[in-house]
């Protein structure tokens, strides 16, 4: 069974950077692409970037294309979210999540394994 551990949320003060890390477990990860989400007090889960694990094609939502890079260490199975020039409306639980990479793309539903977040806060 699919298993993932998120780790690396805290406190950042607006400009710094944060590393995320996704671990993941239980099954060959060839066929997922990990996938990014964050969900804002009071707002609904949405899609940050996603990864296909196999051939690393990335995907960003708009509001952090230059700023956030995600990647994968393809042989420990762990995957990142890298975020720079952090800005309060990055605060946020963030998620990792993995699904089949034929259906997998922005969407919380594309996704069948999740995580269960680590919290980023960024103050002014």
């Known amino acids: 069974q699919l298993q993932l551990v998120e780790s690396g949320g805290g406190l950042a003060r607006t400009g710094e950077s944060l590393t995320l890390s996704c671990a993941a477990s239980?099954?060959?990860?060839?066929?997922?692409?990990m996938g990014w989400f964050r969900q804002a007090p009071g707002k609904e889960r949405k899609f940050v970037a996603s990864?296909?694990?196999?051939?690393?094609?990335?995907q960003y939502t708009n509001s952090v294309r230059g700023r956030f890079t995600v990647y994968r260490d393809v042989p420990i199975g762990v995957g990142y979210l890298q975020m720079n020039s952090l800005n309060p409306e990055d605060t946020a639980l963030y998620y990792c999540?993995?699904?089949?990479?034929?259906?997998?793309?922005?969407?919380?539903?594309?996704?069948?394994?999740w995580g269960k977040g680590t919290l980023v806060s960024v103050s002014s």
């Open positions: 990864i296909q694990w196999t051939g690393g094609s990335t």
């Open positions: 999540a993995m699904g089949d990479t034929r259906y997998s793309g922005e969407y919380v539903y594309g996704y069948d394994v």
């Open positions: 239980g099954r060959a990860l060839d066929r997922y692409t």
